[in-house]
């Protein structure tokens, strides 16, 4: 007998929220997004502040398991995420098999299946095997990643660059993706984008990790749906379309600060005129501007003074300061994040999956907690087509 409900006779329209848009639709100790103060919490520390100060290692564990890791319960996490970041063979196969013209996100989405279809505990859900699961898969994703960009720049298959067991989650990230070690300034960016991507409440991707977890799936079947829904440009995607938007203004080396600035005044304002969809502003949650932007804008300052790069600001400033007058609309992370990651090397198709690197460790933390107080979400509609007929005679 099918479990399913249908509409209420009786609904009246005004009762639909579309995109669910306000509707509180379960509880999380996870994370706390407040519009009204402008802060975003995890388990219960500010964000800032946990960007500031701890290792991506160090946030994964908080987010997991509710509370900061001591410096023991830190090293066991560190050894344990190191003897599982070398990239399978299996994996590289998968990865090798599919074209290179395709999206990096259909890539790190179908390596994700792999590793699901590889794991010996794929089936167990108990508490213990769900949260190994989560930190291997946590330490596997680098590895798809970084091979992914170089797979790309070598026009097909090549060679991996091996982990390296001395460095942590960021500067090994770094190492597998360029080849070298990264520089201080490097590395403290991108473990900063990484803390402040790994979790954001029921978002579209997380939301969708858990209803896919409250039919009784498996751990990386909700992640490889997350990835699925992370990789529209209404959500994850749009920190690429952030630098797409740089890269049709122009990004000039040799220009300076102020003339980059009033070029990319000049085509917001030409933008909006044309009532273009400018991406990385606004938000759902934020009303007064998304928290971890002033965190995630500092580190992209830091990187352009190590680069060398005023006009990335300039660009930045322009369209900030443009879209701010015009409409009073504030950038979202997107907008910080996608220079910085284009001022490390990494290439802009590659923005999104970075993005999955960090968030698998919210969408975890939601497959846990879903799992440990389960619910089927299973919404109503409210119909709207034809009434009853009858299918013609003949």
Not at 29 to 37: C, L, Q, R, Y
Not at 352 to 360: E, G, H, M, Q
Not at 368 to 389: K, V, W
Request: include cysteine.
């Amino acid at each position: 007998m099918s479990t399913e409900e249908h509409s209420p006779p009786n609904a009246e329209r005004s009762e639909v929220r579309k995109g669910l848009n306000g509707v509180i639709a379960d509880v999380s100790a996870i994370s706390k997004v407040d519009p009204e103060t402008n802060s975003l919490l995890y388990r219960g520390y500010p964000v800032p502040q946990l960007a500031a100060t701890q290792t991506v290692e160090a946030v994964a564990h908080l987010l997991w398991t509710g509370e900061l890791p001591d410096a023991q319960q830190l090293d066991e996490f560190t050894r344990h995420g190191r003897s599982h970041r070398a990239l399978r063979a299996e994996v590289r196969a998968a990865i090798d098999s599919l074209p290179i013209t395709c999206h990096p996100m259909d890539t790190v989405r179908t390596a994700v299946s792999v590793l699901g279809a590889l794991d010996p505990s794929a089936a167990d859900s108990s508490p213990a095997a769900e949260l190994e699961k989560a930190k291997r898969l946590f330490a596997q994703l680098p590895a798809v990643i970084a091979y992914e960009q170089r797979r790309r720049r070598a026009g097909g298959p090549t060679d991996p660059i091996p982990p390296q067991e001395d460095l942590d989650y960021s500067q090994n990230f770094l190492w597998m993706t360029f080849g070298e070690e990264a520089a201080p300034e490097v590395v403290d960016a991108f473990r900063i984008s990484t803390v402040l991507y790994a979790e954001h409440s029921f978002n579209a991707s997380t939301f969708t990790a858990r209803v896919i977890t409250s039919t009784l799936s498996d751990l990386h079947s909700a992640v490889t749906g997350a990835i699925g829904a992370l990789k529209g440009p209404l959500h994850g995607g749009a920190n690429e379309a952030v630098m797409h938007t740089f890269d049709e203004i122009g990004i000039r080396p040799e220009e300076s600060e102020a003339e980059a600035k009033e070029r990319a005044r000049t085509w917001m304002e030409e933008a909006l005129a044309q009532k273009k969809r400018i991406m990385g502003f606004g938000h759902r949650v934020y009303k007064n501007g998304d928290s971890r932007v002033p965190t995630m804008r500092q580190a992209m300052e830091a990187m352009i003074e190590h680069v060398g790069r005023p006009e990335i600001l300039g660009l930045y400033n322009g369209l900030e300061q443009a879209m701010d007058e015009a409409k009073g609309i504030k950038p979202n992370l997107d907008y910080p994040a996608g220079p910085t990651y284009h001022l490390m090397g990494f290439d802009t198709e590659m923005f999104t999956p970075l993005f999955i690197a960090a968030r698998v460790t919210g969408w975890t933390a939601h497959i846990m907690e879903q799992r440990a107080s389960n619910a089927l979400i299973r919404p109503l509609s409210l119909y709207d087509g034809p009434e009853e007929r009858q299918v013609p005679e003949g």
